[in-house]
């Protein structure tokens, strides 16, 4: 008997919890009208975590910087986390989450291009603003008017190889790509561009990701006999591709993407990685980029990345943008459009008409005993 | 051009004619589809990297080891997802080798991580040979030589002696074959380990030559189990035919149409077998 009415005071005392809580929840969000809801979609768990949980720190950051100075006129941000674990599925609906139910005013997210353009449309739909810190396809050029990034889009890193080589006078190019939204757009937009110029492509081989064996391809290459050959491949293919480059003597010049800022690469290919030329986002330096670090340094006892700098200049955005133009995702999106030159912690930032970021630079590295030796900044 | 594509044909060709023989041996005596197979060569591989590279042996008994180990592992893989089930319908060890691979590609990340390596000690690419004009390295030319040497012996010892009868006659009636008083269980527990003897050396070879990681075993393992079906699945000499058919045309139909479809030839030529021969090139109806 003693112990059931132990059980029955432990029960009424937790109903009366959960009660206060939601009594308590309900008080403050109507005591506070001016919350600015705004809301996170990245990898928390699963294989990217690492770039979700640094983002999420960068947004943390902000947003408690901003809440301490006041808020924005007066009213305190408040960012809901969604956990995407890498799958456009959870992603979808997390984002319809956000809209529906924490009606947010703008999202930051996703991380990567597949994630992205997965929720693309319901952004759109919604009207809602998705402002994404890291995914860099092609295609997220037209994903729609509500979508934003702060990372350069890989056509203008392709502009960029393709410009460097053909300055070098190198004319007869073949490319090997992976076959995904992240390889194929390279591929075309380097091709476009190398082939602008007045350079020629002679072959371009795809790839099924995971690919071991790239010796068919290569044979074919060699046959032809080109300068260089470009290869928006992955870490782990990049590795193999360029051990087969040497084990079947093919020759010329091998130029590479931002996939070599992986330096797994090196470890694994060693001295077959020598000579190659890649380009990558120039990595920021300014003196925005050291306060962000030293803050970030304070708050998680973790040096601040290019990753977590551009989720913090995410918030930052989306700050000033509702500051002018109030609580509407379409007039947060038209102010963002009008943003040229924010000087932010991950660069200076300015968006396009298709709402990609030009104002982001890229540096020429060559690889020279598995070192990075930057050879060209733009 | 079609001399090097031939050539590269052959060699991925000797590989895939190893998994090919394990998966239909397998299937044969224990009329198993093992998923699993695919986990075997990436096993083999790994352990092979775990002595060679990390712990530093010399390259013939860290082979030897792999090579043990690979048996080894198609044993436990029997008396874990197979034996047990043997009675049940026959979907159930069908899932639980789905469940092995899974749970062995888990480990292989686990310990030793998603990324490529490489098991290539000091050099970092091996000197390759060209005759008439064809590039090959050591290694290829190696699995070709030992696919062949052990399809010889392998052949010989079902043919020759006791145990290779025994293993005849499971395949070809299992109940028959307890009657006349062969231990039926110690036959399909030798089939899984010559099986995964074989997937490790495999495994060993083609990871020598291009890089190993965690999912290897996946399109190695598919690659296979076609060829397998494409020899008719159950027939030994035909696994080895059909795996040098998979390596030939996909390497040739990549060469000559587009090598972005060179994964889906394979998967082409499965679906093209399994509706117009779905006993194979050498099965009976």
């Known amino acids: ?378 | 051009m079609i001399a090097q594509l031939i050539t590269n044909g052959l060699l991925a060709g000797a590989a895939y004619s190893l998994i090919a023989i394990g998966y239909t041996m397998i299937y044969g005596v224990g009329k198993l589809i093992n998923f699993a197979h695919g986990e075997l060569y990436m096993g083999g591989a790994y352990c092979f990297y775990l002595f060679y590279i990390v712990l530093g042996w010399d390259i013939y008994s860290s082979c030897l080891v792999a090579m043990g180990t690979g048996a080894l592992l198609g044993i436990v893989l029997e008396k874990v997802v197979y034996r047990p089930f043997k009675k049940s319908s026959r979907l159930v060890p069908l899932i639980t080798t789905i469940g092995a691979s899974i749970f062995l590609k888990a480990m292989a990340m686990l310990f030793f991580g998603v990324q490529t390596k490489s098991l290539l000690k000091g050099a970092s690419f091996q000197q390759s040979f060209s005759v008439l004009g064809i590039t090959f390295t050591p290694v290829q030319g190696l699995t070709v030589v030992i696919c062949l040497g052990l399809m010889l012996i392998l052949g010989l010892i079902l043919k020759k002696t006791k145990i290779g009868k025994a293993i005849r006659a499971t395949a070809e009636d299992r109940t028959s074959a307890s009657y006349v008083g062969i231990d039926t269980d110690r036959i399909t527990s030798i089939t899984f380990a010559i099986g995964g003897f074989l997937a490790a050396i495999a495994g060993i070879l083609v990871g020598y030559d291009q890089n190993i990681s965690p999912t290897m075993g996946v399109l190695a393992g598919f690659k296979g189990f076609t060829a397998a079906v494409l020899g008719g699945i159950g027939n030994i000499p035909g696994a080895v035919v059909g795996g040098f058919c998979i390596g030939l045309a996909e390497n040739i139909g990549a060469g000559y149409i587009s090598s972005a479809y060179k994964d889906s030839i394979s998967f082409i030529i499965l679906l093209f077998i399994l509706i117009v021969k779905p006993q194979g090139i050498f099965g009976e109806k």
């Not at chain 1, 947004?59 to 969604?82: H, P, Q, R, S, Y």
């Not at chain 1, 360029?242 to 470890?267: C, H, M, T, W, Y």
């Open chain 1, 1 to 378: 008997m003693k112990r059931v009415s132990w059980n029955k005071w432990i029960l009424s005392a937790i109903i009366v919890l959960i009660a206060c809580t939601i009594l308590i929840g309900y008080g403050c969000s109507e005591s506070n009208d001016k919350l600015v809801n705004l809301g996170f979609i990245g990898p928390l768990t699963g294989p990217a975590a690492s770039y979700g949980v640094s983002q999420m720190r960068g947004v943390e950051l902000a947003v408690e910087e901003i809440n301490d100075a006041g808020g924005i006129e007066g009213g305190k941000i408040k960012v809901t986390f969604e956990d995407s674990q890498m799958d456009p599925n959870k992603a979808i609906s997390a984002l319809k989450k956000l809209i529906d139910i924490n009606k947010v005013l703008a999202v930051i997210g996703e991380t990567t291009t597949t994630g992205t353009l997965a929720i693309a449309n319901i952004a759109n739909r919604g009207k809602t603003v998705l402002l994404s810190p890291l995914a860099s396809g092609a295609k997220i050029t037209d994903a729609g008017d509500y979508v934003f990034r702060v990372s350069p889009s890989d056509a203008f890193q392709a502009i960029v190889a393709a410009k460097f080589i053909f300055q070098r006078d190198f004319r007869n190019g073949a490319i090997v790509y992976t076959n995904d939204d992240w390889g194929a757009g390279l591929q075309k937009a380097f091709e476009k561009n190398f082939v602008g110029f007045g350079g020629r492509i002679l072959a371009m081989e795809g790839c099924t990701p995971g690919t071991q064996d790239f010796r068919t391809q290569l044979v074919k290459i060699k046959n032809l006999n080109p300068d260089f050959i470009y290869i928006p491949l992955h870490p782990d293919e990049s590795a193999t591709f360029l051990r087969q480059v040497k084990e079947l003597k093919v020759p010329g010049q091998i130029l590479g993407a931002d996939n070599f800022s992986e330096k797994a690469i090196l470890r694994t290919a060693r001295s077959a990685a020598d000579g190659v030329i890649f380009t990558m986002p120039t990595k920021p330096t300014g003196e925005e980029f050291r306060n962000f670090s030293k803050k970030f340094k304070v708050r998680f006892n973790e040096d601040g990345s290019y990753n977590s700098a551009a989720a913090y200049d995410c918030v930052y955005i989306l700050a000033e943008a509702i500051k002018s133009s109030g609580l509407s995702g379409e007039n947060i999106k038209n102010t963002l459009y009008n943003i040229r030159d924010y000087k932010g912690a991950s660069g200076v930032i300015g968006f396009d008409k298709n709402g990609d970021v030009t104002t982001k630079k890229f540096t020429v590295i060559k690889i020279k005993n598995g070192e990075y030796v930057p050879i060209k900044k733009q």
